[in-house]
């Protein structure tokens, strides 16, 4: 149901965009374009633009994140030791080791 109706939404426009002009005057070559629709279709460009930036942004965080999980890290978590307070050694980090 919601997809038949979106289909008749997005086809109504340009029905009736096309339906407004007169096609004596287009195919004698008289036609010029009218103000009010370049209007509309610049107000369109910017959530298209948009919505594009956020689908590829979207996707190369999941790919990040894919990467991240699935790829081997080169050694064994399980075996790092953790020393907490170290950021308190300040410049003497060298004589814990």
């Avoid at 287009?26 to 594009?52: M, Q, W, Y």
Wanted: net charge positive.
């Amino acid at each position: 149901m919601f997809v038949l109706f979106t289909g008749i939404i997005a086809g109504s426009y340009p029905a009736f965009y096309l339906s407004s002009f007169k096609p004596v005057a287009v195919l004698k070559g008289k036609f010029i374009s009218g103000k009010s629709s370049s209007n509309v279709r610049s107000g369109c460009d910017i959530p298209v633009f948009i919505s594009i930036l956020l689908i590829v942004s979207t996707t190369v965080v999941f790919k990040q994140l894919y990467f991240m999980k699935h790829t081997e890290v080169g050694y064994n978590k399980d075996q790092v030791m953790i020393i907490p307070g170290t950021w308190m050694l300040g410049k003497n980090q060298n004589k814990l080791l």
